[in-house]
């Protein structure tokens, strides 16, 4: 500060340390601005998913009073009877007026083919129910279950919309009745895939996704981690690892329906097994993470300082005490991190699925690896090509619940890596 | 600018001197056989190395070094950066086949047993031949756990109490015991770093080896840490055989008994501590030790 002119060098630097300030607020400011665009990205998905979507987790049902007429349950097998009749002959005492044979299709309509089928549980579970009169809240079509949410404009010309103005006079009828209710979609939750979107479930999806994951974990992580190993800590560092090393790099790249197309010839048409099974789909979603995995466990066992080895290698550990007592649970959370990143990755895959027929279209839910199943991603393409109206909404809806399991199995990730995390 | 570019210069001038005295030695030496002068031999040794030589690669970082590891001393091993002392140290427990490309040929015996030998196994071998590392590296486990890993694994004991007895003697040998006795449970990587470094050394001591080999074991530790280490040191040569590695004068002078001097892969110099830092023989190892470079 004495002589702040004599120092020529100090001069140089304050000249220039304006420009150095100058670049770091600028990079800064790119910063910024780029999680703030991508966090505005994120936020419009979600707003557009869940604003379309979350309408699908409620369900329009309609009370009806039910004659469980004796005459119908003449058969042996309960199951056989005619329950549409039921529901017809119900609706048609409802609205004596309608007479006219398109007038009563179109009544009729109102309500959903599931119906049936809700009737025909009942009376499995409570033959007693035979020459009662029960009221009973059934779930209606899929048009009304969109006109009631608002999805169809009652202003519109008749004949633009699915819903005509006889129909809107019914549906009006029982809303003044209290006949109509919107409840919880419970049905979204526990049923299988449907050609009518009010009898469409997710949890056909989830249980075969569930069984697929669990193929491809059991599979993929002792694997990846026993490849990682032996590559990083045993196998010698010549040509040959070398080439090992590329290609293992190469297949993390491979686009994943190249792996859904191997899977197809090696599994299905070579080895024979079950097409469209989660057992096939577990298998290449394996051979689709492994390259994930094993290229996350070779640099968290990188990762683990040369010092940790030494020092059990100077007491005398041999090699596999070394790895299994000291290099391994340092490296697990890393490991456990790449596994779960894997996972999430082989959730969201629809590609190679699509290939090895896990697109089929199944309303049974699965009991078990060799049962046909589809997964959620899959679901969720085949919903999105639908034309109903109503599958839009479970298109999202499907999405969120996707988005849940995803946030939680990297919930997960952060959870088992905090819990087995080593600091020193 | 003018000041500058004069501190520069002067910069300079000021170490020429210096290079000009390493160039005309290395030159010098280079013709030079070097034979190994002062008593690398001593009478009923631990350990016998002669003519080991070690190889990088193409690179040869140890040149045919023959010495004598005696009962019950402190060997020094001293010289400048890169002169290959951690190298031959590390060939003592064969820590150098980790080492990807490093070969070693030569005889080193452990009480005449050749420890390159065919049947011999590298896991008893670093059981007797101990070694304590640069950076205090405990393992990310419990005090405890970390002198009782090598007991267990080598199998030592029988049962949980011969465990406790094992560790206990070993953190006291080590010095440790009274500060660590109340926080065993506790991760040895939450002690200090002079603390650490003992902890170090009870975990080696803790297998019962004959030979401790130590690589620069206070290079990262402040002067009251390296005090500690160097009391005990002196204590753990009544027990074993301790071979030091160290850039420090001093501390070479202070604990040990023989000291060896290694230039550029050659053992130059071995005798008597007090003989080497008074009266050396060789030219370079005058050099080395009254600081002219290293």
Known sequence: MDQPATNPAIDKVNRGLKRRYRAERRFRLCGATAVFAALCFLFIL?????????????????????????????NENLATANFPALIKASMSSRFPEVTARRDKKDLYYLISPGASFQLMKLIKNNPALIGQKERIWVSAND????????????????SER???????????????????????????????????????????????????LLITLSLSFPIGVAAAVYLEEFAPKNRWTDIIEVNINNLAAVPSIVYGLLGLAVFINFFGMPRSTPVVGGLVLTLMTLPIIIIASRASLKSVPPSIREAALGIGASKMQMVAHHVLPLALPGMLTGTIIGMAHALGETAPLLMVGMVAFIVDIPQGFTDPATVLPVQIYLWSDSPERAFMEKTSAAI????????????????????????W | MESLFQTAESGILATAPKEKILSEVTS??????????????????????????????????????????????????????????????RCLNRMNDTIEGCR???????DGMDIHDRNVDVVPLRARVGMVFQKPNPFPKSIFDNVAYGPKI????????????????????????????DRLNQPGTGLSGGQQQRLCIARAIAVSPEVILMDEPCSALDPIATAKIEELIAELCEHYSIVIVTHSMQQAARVSQRTAYFHLGDLIEVGKTDRIFTNPRHQLTEDYITGRFG
């Open chain 1, 46 to 74: 979600f707003f557009s998913i869940v604003s379309s979507g979350y309408k699908a987790f409620q369900k329009t049902f309609i009370q009806i009073d039910v004659f469980f007429d004796p005459a119908e349950f003449t």
């Open chain 2, 28 to 89: 010098k030496t280079l013709h030079k056989a070097r034979e190994t002068v002062g008593d690398p031999f001593v009478e009923n040794p631990r350990m016998t190395c002669r003519e080991v030589n070690v190889y990088y690669g193409e690179k040869k970082a140890i040149n045919n070094v023959n010495i004598d590891i005696a009962r019950h001393e402190v060997i020094a091993m001293i010289g400048p950066s890169g002169c290959g002392k951690s190298t031959f140290l």
């Open chain 2, 154 to 181: 080598h199998g030592l004991v029988q049962n949980k109490s011969e465990l406790e007895e094992i560790v206990e003697a070993s953190l006291k040998k080590a010095g440790l015991w009274e500060e660590a006795k």
């Open chain 1, 400 to 423: 969120m619940v996707l988005l849940v399991f995803l946030f939680l199995m990297n919930a997960v990730a952060i959870f088992l890596r905090k819990r087995f995390e080593i600091k």
């Open chain 2, 104 to 110: 070693v040929t030569g005889d080193i015996r452990l």
């Open chain 1, 162 to 212: 699915r819903i005509n103005d006889k129909q809107l006079a019914w549906l009006d009828t029982l809303a003044g009745e209290g006949k109509i209710k919107k409840t919880f979609n419970m049905a979204f939750f526990t049923l299988g895939d449907s050609r009518e979107p009010e009898q469409a479930g997710i949890w056909g999806a989830t249980c075969g996704s569930f069984y697929t």
């Open chain 1, 143 to 158: 048009d009304v279950d969109m006109l009631l949410k608002g999805n169809i404009d009652r202003t519109r010309p008749e």
